[in-house]
């Protein structure tokens, strides 16, 4: 897919002079990242009349645009190989930062499935009963709320929580997008197997032949193990592979579109100190420009198959 010309001065012009908040209502503690399938608030709707993939990027907010520097959706959506009348699974998705890109793209021949975290994972988080109370009934009230994101000819939306997909959605879907979704199940792996949960939903919900798209911050190759168990975000790229092919996928390939060399972690770096989270550095302005020059994290963008029958 190649941009226009305008599309690409507005989103580098954008990116330039705006930091803007993740689709997540991230907190500025140490690990804010158990707030990122939260249902938001709807806000105005996005009108657009567009429906080829440059169009809907070109006519999102500036502070959306912004993060394009480093998310990279055009390449990235066009690496996973993901097309209009796809019926497409989005683990996670949150506010929608995705969302509201693929709802217009997909149109109305296709659907978009959100995929929460199994709802006993969120106690793990320390969720209070009030917020584990609106977790619990996500399934239902997220798809209401992105039906609100994006006026026009949209795809259908629906939902599900890990480890309770339904017999009917079982080899519905042509792509799996795990998109910075795996390192909190990678971090309660060893007590909880919700890693091994989630894969086994993903293998399952897919049609034979289906694609997942990971996009997951990536820990140096010789970083400490312990170090890159999740907890701080980041996975190794062949942990990531191993656990994918453990899951029955082959591996396709891997791009560096997502790739940033100027995030290098230390030992006591975590993922949420860059932007947009900022944790730890949003009243010392030294530190943030620090942060803000690094920019989002490194990020391992890696495609994967289920086996065709």
């Avoid at 305008?6 to 002079?17: G, R």
């Avoid at 993939?53 to 993901?82: C, K, M, S, W």
Wanted: aromatic content about 8%.
């Amino acid at each position: 897919m190649n941009k226009s010309v305008t599309f690409l001065l507005t989103s580098i012009v954008a990116a330039m002079t705006l930091v803007a908040c993740d689709n997540s209502s991230q907190s500025d503690s140490a690990e804010p990242m158990a707030d990122m399938a939260e249902v938001t608030e709807p806000s105005q709707a996005i009108q657009s009349g567009a429906t080829d993939l440059a169009g809907i990027l070109a006519a999102q907010p500036e502070e959306v645009i912004a993060r394009y520097t480093y998310r990279n959706p055009e390449q990235t959506l066009d690496f996973f190989g993901i097309q209009p009348g796809m019926t497409v699974v989005e683990a996670l998705p949150g506010g929608g930062w995705y969302s509201k890109l693929l709802m217009p793209f997909l149109g109305s021949d296709g659907e978009l499935v959100g995929a929460n975290y199994p709802t006993g994972m969120y106690k793990l988080f320390g969720y209070d009963e009030e917020r584990l109370a609106k977790m619990g009934t996500w399934a239902t009230d997220w798809p209401t709320t992105a039906q609100t994101w994006v006026e026009g000819d949209t795809s259908k939306v629906s939902a599900f929580v890990m480890g309770d997909l339904a017999e009917a959605q079982k080899g519905s879907a042509d792509a799996v997008l795990l998109i910075r979704a795996l390192h909190n199940l990678a971090r309660f792996e060893e007590q909880h197997g919700y890693l091994t949960g989630a894969l086994q939903d993903t293998f399952d919900v897919l049609k034979p032949g289906g694609t997942v798209g990971v996009v997951q911050h990536a820990a140096p190759n010789d970083a400490d193990d312990d170090w890159a168990n999740g907890s701080k975000g980041y996975l190794k790229q062949a942990f990531v592979i191993e656990k994918m092919q453990a899951a029955g996928f082959e591996y396709v390939a891997a791009s560096d579109i997502n790739a940033n060399p100027r995030d290098i972690p230390s030992a006591d770096d975590a993922v949420w100190r860059l932007p947009p989270s900022l944790a730890g550095s949003k009243d010392d302005e030294e530190k943030t420009a620090a942060m803000q020059a690094i920019g989002e994290s490194n990020r391992m963008t890696l495609k994967f198959v289920k086996p065709a029958i």
